[in-house]
Structures are given as structure tokens and as C-alpha cells.
């Protein structure tokens, strides 16, 4: 069983979520609305999303039903987002280390996961923000929306009904380790490509070479070689 709810707008889905878990019947409690208005992304980082174009939606997750570490289990939620949008849109979809969504080399979605204890219950709260019928962004933005990287228009409720249901079949069914760790590293972005990252205000060429899992990437930089980082130590230009 799970537990799906709507507003008609809201601050953040992550922080409201707690409205909605009083009596939860559900090991899986969801939470949406096409109108956010103080969402917030990774490290501290923001999230704007043009109202009743995209969608921000956060699932409640009983920490007592995930066995894997803080750092797979970011993965494979990852991984899930990624297989839905690319079984949807049938185009190619990729993650951007550690957990962005790239269509055609723009972002069109982001996750963010926390843990609360909320009412003497301990959660994963994934919060996932997903442009869908947005259509201008800032021109230098690296973000885009499903329409404007695939041409397809959806309806907002059916895609989050469909979603919903998609993401928890998913986490009910979680592989091990060594699969959740190849199935990321088979869908990164970028992954054995020449690119340029930023480190230290500085430019240099690179090739990912794969995440691991502790939560680092590692890159061969053409100036010192193979080395790992973790989020925010170096950025992709891309």
C-alpha cells in the first residue's frame, strides 16, 4: 500500500512531508504539488521551478526498509529516476555524478535525499524536483525540461501518478551492491569522455572513469593523473 498526496502549492515537499506522515498506512508516503516555491537542491543549493510546469515531489521512506549504505542507496534512486524517464521518453538518459538528470546534455531533474526522524520514526526523505513542461530557461542554464529535450508535452498528474508507483516498485525491490554500483556507472554522464572540469578555480581536461561506493567519482586529469573526489570538490563543465 502507499499514500500519495497533492497541494495546490507548497514551500518545499521535503520540509511539509511531515504534515502528511501523522498515521502513515504505508512504509511509502508521497507528497507533490506543481507549485514550489522554496525548493531546495543538494549542498544548499535551490531549486526554482516555473509553477504548474514541473514537478516537485518528495517519498517518505522508512529507514527500516533499506538495507544498503547512505551512498547506494543515493545511487539507486538515481538509477530509478533515470530508468523512468528513459522508459517514458525512449530517449538516452544519464546520470550526472552523483544524482542529476541529463536528457541531451541538459538537466531536467535533481535529487535530494535526507534523513528525518519524524514522529519517533526514522525516514529517507527523497525529494526530486523534474522540469516537465517548462519551456525558457536562462540562456546559459544547463537546465531543460522533457519537452524541450524530447518534444513531448505530459500530463502533469498522470506522469507524478505513474512515477509514484514506479519509484516504490523499485524500492521494494533493491539489489545488491555490485548491481546498483554497474547499473550506475553504465548510465553515467560523461563516463570515458574527454571533459572539462573546474578544480581549484583552475580549467583541465579529464575522463571519468567511474563512481565508487563510497560516493566519490575518479577522474584522470591530464595534469595529475587519476584521482577521486567527492561532490563539490570539482565541478564538470559541460
Known amino acids: 500500500m502507499s499514500e500519495l498526496f497533492y497541494r495546490n502549492a507548497c514551500s518545499s515537499t521535503n520540509d511539509e512531508i511531515s504534515d502528511v506522515l501523522l498515521y502513515p498506512q504505508s512504509n511509502f508516503v508521497g507528497l507533490y504539488t506543481f507549485n514550489q516555491i522554496k525548493g531546495r537542491g543538494q549542498y544548499g543549493n535551490s531549486w526554482t521551478s516555473t509553477a504548474e510546469k514541473n514537478l516537485a515531489y518528495t517519498l517518505a521512506v522508512k529507514t527500516s526498509c533499506i538495507f544498503h549504505s547512505d551512498f547506494m542507496f543515493n545511487y539507486y534512486t538515481a538509477i530509478a529516476v533515470q530508468n523512468y524517464l528513459a522508459n517514458l521518453t525512449e530517449k538516452i538518459v544519464k546520470i550526472k555524478w552523483p544524482n542529476d538528470i541529463i536528457v541531451k546534455n541538459k538537466k531536467v531533474a535533481g535529487i535530494l535525499i535526507e534523513k528525518k526522524k519524524i514522529n519517533q520514526e526514522n525516514y529517507f526523505i527523497i525529494g526530486i524536483g523534474i522540469n516537465i ?8 542554464s544547463n537546465a531543460g525540461s ?9 500530463d502533469l498528474k498522470k506522469f507524478t501518478e505513474e512515477f509514484h508507483l514506479f519509484l516504490i516498485e523499485k ?3 533493491i539489489p545488491n551492491d555490485d548491481e546498483i554500483l554497474a547499473q550506475f556507472n553504465s548510465n553515467l554522464f560523461r563516463k570515458e569522455e574527454v571533459s572539462v572540469f573546474e578544480l581549484n578555480n583552475v580549467r583541465q581536461n579529464g575522463i571519468i572513469k567511474n563512481a565508487d ?5 575518479w577522474i584522470e586529469l591530464e595534469d595529475s593523473g587519476l584521482q577521486s573526489f567527492y561532490h563539490k570538490e570539482i565541478k564538470l563543465l559541460y
Not at 133 to 140: G, P, R
Not at 149 to 154: I, L, P, V
Not at 213 to 217: A, M, P, R, T
Open 133 to 140: 513542461l517548462q519551456e525558457k530557461f536562462d540562456e546559459i
Open 146 to 154: 522533457l519537452l524541450t529535450q524530447t518534444g513531448e508535452r505530459f
Open 171 to 173: 524500492l521494494k525491490n
Open 213 to 217: 561506493e563510497n560516493g566519490n567519482i
